[in-house]
């Protein structure tokens, strides 16, 4: 089945310690999503790709950064983690053609800074 | 970007029509509405999307009235299993697709 891939499921990092998240693909879908959603809240956008086309919310830190290499995967590096960091970060893809756009996640890699 | 507002939270019993409407004011001409499903520790998943009157599949139902200013999610008999987090996304072309809090629906036995 086509699907949405991450890994690790769980990462357990230490304080300043970096981490990076992967997320692959076997849709082909041109755009790819990163969200931060931490206990309780919704999912927060972090950034996306159209393509190999970088777009970063105005309110992510520094600190998150991302890499698309290939259509089928992207990363999330988290160069040194804070405790705030902790949350679950979820990939998503869509289509990426005009109109509407509908996400497929992953299933999540849920972050816990020590 | 149309901005949502959802209630927080909705109880029901098992069995049970369960309809969340979402207020999207701002909408924009070519702004589709999507609704997601999450429950806890995992992704949201799609349910539904429509752009005006009336989307019916097999989970759900979507009603968008003329204006487009608002959209009710429909779950007929609803079970337990139906416990989770339903979002309401407003948007289409700039993939700049972000969630409100969303509607904690809890059935009950």
């Known amino acids: 089945d086509a699907m949405v891939i991450q890994n690790p499921r769980y990462q357990v990092t230490q304080f300043g310690k970096p981490v990076t998240l992967s997320c692959s693909q076997t849709l082909n879908h041109n755009v790819m999503y990163w969200y931060q959603q931490k206990s309780s809240q919704a999912p927060k956008l972090l950034f996306h790709y159209y393509d190999k086309d970088f777009n970063n919310e105005a309110d992510t830190p520094d600190n998150f950064q991302s890499r698309r290499p290939n259509t089928s995967f992207c990363f999330l590096d988290i160069r040194s983690p804070g405790l705030g960091d902790a949350a679950m970060y979820l990939c998503?893809?869509?289509?990426?053609?005009?109109?509407?756009?509908?996400?497929?996640f992953g299933a999540g890699s849920r972050l816990t800074v020590l | 970007l149309a901005k949502t507002t959802q209630p927080i939270s909705m109880d029901s019993y098992e069995g049970q029509e369960v309809n969340i409407t979402c207020s999207h004011n701002n909408i924009a001409t070519n702004d589709y509405i999507t609704w997601y499903q999450q429950f806890p520790s995992q992704g949201p998943r799609f349910i539904i999307q429509?752009?005006?009157t009336k989307v019916t599949n097999e989970v759900a139902s979507l009603f968008i009235p003329a204006d487009r200013k608002s959209s009710t999610l429909s779950l007929p008999r609803v079970s337990l299993s139906d416990t989770a987090v339903y979002y309401c996304l407003v948007g289409a072309n700039d993939y700049k697709l972000s969630f409100g809090a969303g509607t904690t629906v809890t059935v009950r036995a």
């Open positions: 998503a893809t869509s289509r990426g053609h005009s109109g509407a756009n509908v996400l497929t």
């Open positions: 429509g752009y005006k």
